[in-house]
């Protein structure tokens, strides 16, 4: 069955019960089981069993569970994946994966979406998250980097959708975040960088489709890495998608590649990884610009850079001050925090100084 046709599968699904609340993942898990449960009964007929699951997937962002029912259907038995985030984000979501059916870009099929409940229900692509491939493969590393810089370049030739589509309102809201320095800790401890965002923002560019946090967590892949064609490739987590500068959307790339060494809990390998990232980031860079429908402007590149560090930074102040916004804050994943805003400021007046 052919993909868009798997996806608006779901917009008729019933027998779905309201997504739970987010404080306690615990029960949000068995929630989500539920309701896949329950959407799988009304398809089928009859209520299948768990095969195994629900267990947190974090390469598809929040609120997302990897689950198996115990069927033997070929849609519903398949590796899932669940996410309840709320009818607003799913919106999102489902919006642009129509857009991005349309044009022929690789995306995840949905088995079931209902829009009563913002639950989503997918079929888990092929392939392990590139970062795991990365990591196993190192010898193709140059090759996967690469594939991974063309297939962004490629999302941003897809043709912005000539009609309305649920947009994502954090993406790029330099306002919202600048906000934040009319007082409390974030304000205190950004007040300089907060500013230089608001006295330095660049006029608004061409606008793209934007994924909003591309990275390789988030892109499923699989395929030789020997030959011609580039491995097949899935990105999923589409709930930040919106249109954009290309140049906002490659800088969180970049981010993403920089500040993957405040995750690592041990020393010796985060000092690795500082060493790494710069060359990892570079690969993927110059292959986006080879194949980019457009050249990228640096100055803009160096401010969405920024911009996406002060939301970042941000993020770690208020976990430090107020504790973890949910249970999936990555500010509180960060192993040492207030180290973290140092360095993320100084990178800050890095990127403003060039």
Known sequence: MPVAARRRRGTAATGAAPAAGHAD??????????????????????????????????????HAYRLRLACDDATWGAPLVVRTAGTAAAAVEWGWLGVLDGAG?????????????????????AGTPL???????????????????????????VAPPAGAVAANDQ???????VALSGGGPVGDALGAELAWLEAHRPPAGPRVVCHGELNPVQVYSHGATDGDADPASVPVNWVSAG?????LDVAATLTGFWSGALYIGNAVQRRMYRMARDPLASGYLSAYRAAAPR??????????????????????????????????????????????????????????AD
């Open 25 to 62: 993942p615990a029960a949000e898990a068995e929630a989500a089981a539920a309701t896949v449960g329950k959407m799988a009964g009304a398809a089928l007929g009859r209520r299948p069993g768990m095969a195994s699951g629900p267990e947190p997937v974090i390469s598809w962002g929040k």
């Open 105 to 125: 870009y690789p995306a995840p099929a949905t088995v079931a979406h209902d829009p009563t409940t913002g639950t989503l229900v997918f079929r888990e692509p």
């Open 131 to 157: 970062a795991e491939r990365m990591l196993a493969e190192m010898l193709a590393l140059p090759r996967l980097l690469a594939a991974f810089g063309r297939l962004h370049a490629r999302l941003h030739a």
């Open 171 to 177: 993406l790029g809201d330099v306002d919202a975040l």
């Open 243 to 247: 249109t954009a500068d290309a140049e």
């Open 295 to 352: 050249p990228l402007d640096e100055g803009r590149l160096r401010y969405w850079q920024a911009f996406h560090l002060c939301r970042l930074a941000a993020g770690l102040v208020r976990c430090a001050s107020d504790g973890p916004a949910d249970a999936w804050d990555p500010a509180a994943a960060v192993v040492q925090p207030r180290a973290a805003v140092t360095e993320v400021r100084k990178r800050i007046r890095e990127l403003a």
